[in-house]
Structure formats: C-alpha cells, structure tokens
C-alpha cells in the first residue's frame, strides 16, 4: 500500500514520510520543522475523467474482493468458534487494504509492470490463504496474541499516516510522526506480527508458500517505495536519520 499525498513533504512536530498502504516514514524530530513552509506548492496534475473511473473501478474490485474474504472466514469460524484467528486475520485485512478505499488520490505513481506485481501480490495474497485448520505450530491464543499485537502497531502506524495510504507506490507526501520514528516501514512490522500469529496457529505447505511468497514480495515493496521516495530530498534525509526499515537491528 503506497501511496504519499503530495509531492510536497508535509512537515510536522516529527516528520515521516507517507508511503502506499504500508507506510513510509520520513524526516523525523531531527528535521526543522519550519523547513520549506513557506515555499511554493508543486503544480497538481489534474484528475481526468479516466483516471477517476480507473480509481472508482480499483476501489471497488478491492471492496468485493475484501467482502468475499470476510464472509468465507466467517463461514469458518461459525463452524469452529474457537478460531479465534479466524476473525481477526479479517479485522487485519480490513485494516490493510479496507482502509486504501479512502485513501486520498495521488498525484504521483509507480504504473511499472514490477511495481504492479509486488502491490497486487503483497496486498490481495490473503484470497490464496488456506482458511480450513491447519497444523497448530502454537497455541490458537498466542497466535491470536501475535495478530492483535500487529494491528494495534498497524493502527499505530496508519494514524501516522493519516490518509497518506494506498496501495500502489506513489508520492503522497512528506509525514513526520508517531510510529515513524522509531522504523522507517512500521506497517510491515505490523503486517509481519499479524500475518506470523495466523500462519503459525494454522500452519500447512499451501500457507507457508503463501506467506513466504507474500514476506518476499513485501521486502521488494519496500524497495521500490524507497525507490521512489528518495527522490524527494526530505525523505533522503529521513533515511539518515531513522536507520531501520522494518525490524530495529535486524533490516
């Protein structure tokens, strides 16, 4: 979920920048937060007719297809209640992608064929997950720990963001706040806590590809996000300053 509002960063109390879904941090309270206040906004490109049929026809798939999860892992809970996971793997989903439905339009995207496959394989990967029950690697309430633990981060991290969130990586701004500067990708931190607690308590070979997969195309998301965001000067200096993207220590 890329996606940053404006090219022109937005500098607060502590800045971060805004990515797709997933987050991006930017400058953080090292920065000056008077910089470039006064200084003239870049020029909008217009959004055309077919741009906002493209966004409506996107939002609207993502809404379906978010539907047909939920009520299938409903159906499955109503069969074992005990599935705690089960719910809450939906709450996570919502949060992921439910939240890109009103995210705020960019003026700037990544269309490459690349970027695509890594936004729409890391984002709409829960339609492969294997919903019957699985090999319990852990407990079903420390799994549902885990996922809980990840979304409160999500949350956390999403309200840094505010609405500087989609799917696509695109520029929508400079943010400096909250869980940004701790880690420059704290959503995928989230992603990582929730995705781990619902695979290891319904753990099988077709959710483990799944997940792998999924982990893979996550760190090739942050990637590109990087990519294009370092192309905003105020970003590269987030960079410095805030040195892990995901894991403190570790990457």
């Not at 997933?22 to 000056?32: E, F, P, Q, T």
């Not at 217009?46 to 939920?70: I, K, N, Q, Y």
């Not at 729409?120 to 829960?126: A, D, E, L």
């Not at 195309?217 to 960079?239: C, F, T």
Request: proline share 5%.
């Amino acid at each position: 979920m890329f996606d940053t509002s404006s090219l022109t960063p937005v500098i607060t109390g502590s800045s971060h920048s805004a990515g797709p879904g997933n987050g991006i941090g930017n400058i953080n309270g090292d920065v000056d937060i008077n910089a470039n206040i006064n200084e003239p906004r870049a020029a909008e490109s217009p959004l055309t007719l077919s741009r906002l049929a493209l966004e409506v026809m996107v939002r609207a798939s993502t809404a379906g297809l978010l539907a047909v999860f939920g009520y299938s892992a409903w159906l499955h809970w109503r069969a074992d209640p005990s599935r705690i996971t089960l719910l809450l793997i939906v709450v996570a989903e919502c949060l992921t992608v439910g939240l890109s439905l009103v995210a705020r339009v960019p003026r700037k995207r990544d269309w490459h064929a690349l970027a695509m496959v890594l936004s729409v394989g890391g984002t709409y990967y829960f339609l492969a997950v294997q919903l019957v029950p699985g090999v319990r690697v852990i407990p079903e309430f420390v799994g549902a720990a885990l996922q809980i633990t990840g979304i409160a981060w999500q949350m956390f991290a999403k309200l840094s963001l505010r609405r500087s969130f989609g799917i696509l990586p695109a520029n929508r701004g400079v943010v400096s706040r909250g869980a940004y500067r701790f880690i420059r990708h704290p959503m995928y931190l989230g992603y990582l806590l929730s995705d781990l607690g619902f695979l290891l308590s319904n753990f099988g070979v077709q959710n483990l590809l799944v997940y792998g997969i999924q982990f893979s195309l996550q760190a090739g998301r942050i990637v590109k996000e990087e990519g294009l965001l370092s192309e905003d000067p105020q970003y590269v200096q987030y960079k410095a300053s805030v040195r892990y993207r995901v894991i403190p220590g570790v990457f």
